[in-house]
C-alpha cells in the first residue's frame, strides 16, 4: 500500500511552552504533503522533519487564531528563498485573505511564485480539493471563531492481479491494466476466465479527519462514519470541564467519545493545555472510552 502518513509538527495549545510547539501537522498521501495548520516554528519542524519543501503545494488552515496560522508568512518567505516557482495554494476562512496578502505585500515583496488564496466555508461539509488520488472535504466544527475540520480521504484503487492464476493462463503482460480494470478473460479454447479469478480485493480505502478547536458536538461523529484514523483536539481533562465549556475546547474523553461513535480504528489526540506538564492523564482519560487513542508528540508519525 502507498504510504499515508500524518507528521505531527506541533500539538500544544495558544500558551507557549517549553514542551511543544503550536499546531501543525503535514500529512503524507501517494508522494503529496500537505501542511494542516501552521502555526509558529512549523518551518523549523519541517527542517527537522526532513521532509521536502517542494513537495509541499497545499496548506489548510482551520481557523484564524494565532497558534494556527502564525507560521504561516514565514513558510511563504522561506519558500521565495528557496526560489520556489510552483504555485502555493492556501484554503482558508475567508477572515485570513486580506491578513496573508497584507503580510506578503510587507515581508515578501518579490515573490517568484503564486501564493493562491481558497475561501472555505466552515458551516457546510463540502470538497475543497481532489486530485486523482484523494479528496480533501471540510468538517464544520463549534469554535469562538469560525472553523472547520478537514477530511483527507484516498481514492479507490484497483484489484491486485492475482499473479499465479495470470501465469497459469498464460496472460500476456500487455492484458494486465485491462483485466485490473474489470475485463474477463478468454483463452484460446474459447474458455471464459472471470475477472474475479484473475485479480485480488484492492486495499481497502484510508482516511484521515484532522478536527481542530472545537466544543464537544455530540452530532460530530455522524460526518465522521467509518474514517480511519481521527485527530481531535483534547485540551482538557475532566478536571477542565468548566474551561473547555467556556473556551469551546474539548476534553480527552469528549475526543474519545467521537471516535467511538464513529466507528474509528484510531484515534490521535493533541493540542494539550499548557497547565498539564504530563499528557498521560489525558490519555488514560481517553482510553476508559477509546482504546485505541494514541498521544500526538512532536516528531511523531502515524500511520492512517
Known amino acids: 500500500m502507498e504510504p499515508f502518513r500524518v507528521h505531527i509538527l506541533g500539538c500544544g495549545s495558544a500558551h507557549p511552552t ?23 516554528g512549523t518551518q523549523i519542524q519541517l527542517r527537522r522533519s526532513r521532509l521536502k519543501f517542494t513537495s509541499i503545494n497545499n496548506v489548510f ?29 492556501v484554503y482558508a476562512t475567508a477572515e485570513l485573505e486580506k491578513i496573508m496578502y497584507d503580510q506578503i505585500e510587507a515581508f515578501c515583496s518579490g515573490l517568484e511564485y503564486q501564493v493562491v488564496f481558497h475561501a472555505i466555508d466552515t458551516v457546510r461539509q463540502q470538497t475543497i480539493y481532489e486530485d486523482r488520488s484523494m479528496t480533501v472535504s471540510t468538517i464544520p466544527l463549534k469554535h469562538r471563531v469560525p472553523c472547520c475540520g478537514f477530511l483527507f480521504r484516498e481514492k479507490p484503487t484497483l484489484p ?17 491494466n485491462n483485466i485490473k480494470n474489470g475485463m474477463d478473460w478468454t483463452t484460446e479454447d474459447g474458455e471464459v476466465i472471470p475477472n474475479s479469478k484473475l485479480t485480488l480485493p484492492a486495499d481497502p480505502v484510508r482516511s484521515y479527519a484532522y478536527c481542530s478547536d472545537t466544543i464537544y458536538m455530540p452530532r460530530l461523529h455522524e460526518m465522521l462514519k467509518g474514517v480511519t484514523t481521527i485527530y481531535h483536539e483534547a485540551t482538557y481533562g475532566n478536571d477542565k470541564q468548566n474551561n473547555a465549556l467556556k473556551y469551546f475546547h474539548s476534553t480527552a474523553q469528549q475526543a474519545a467519545t467521537v471516535a467511538k461513535d464513529a466507528g474509528a480504528k484510531q484515534l490521535i489526540i493533541g493540542h494539550y493545555s499548557a497547565r498539564y506538564e504530563d499528557e498521560t492523564v489525558l490519555l488514560n482519560e481517553a482510553k476508559t472510552v477509546f482504546e485505541n487513542t494514541k498521544l500526538s508528540n512532536e516528531m511523531k508519525v502515524f500511520d492512517v
Open 18 to 40: 517549553l514542551r511543544h510547539y503550536a499546531s501543525a501537522q503535514v500529512v503524507e498521501l501517494r508522494g503529496k504533503l500537505m501542511i494542516v495548520d501552521c502555526g509558529e
Open 61 to 89: 488552515i482551520s481557523h484564524t487564531h494565532g497558534d494556527h496560522c502564525l507560521g504561516l508568512i514565514g513558510l511563504i518567505a522561506t519558500f521565495g528563498m528557496l526560489g520556489r516557482t510552483a504555485p502555493l495554494h
Open 160 to 176: 491486485h492481479i492475482n499473479r499465479k492464476m495470470i501465469d497459469f493462463y498464460n496472460i500476456p503482460i500487455s492484458q494486465i
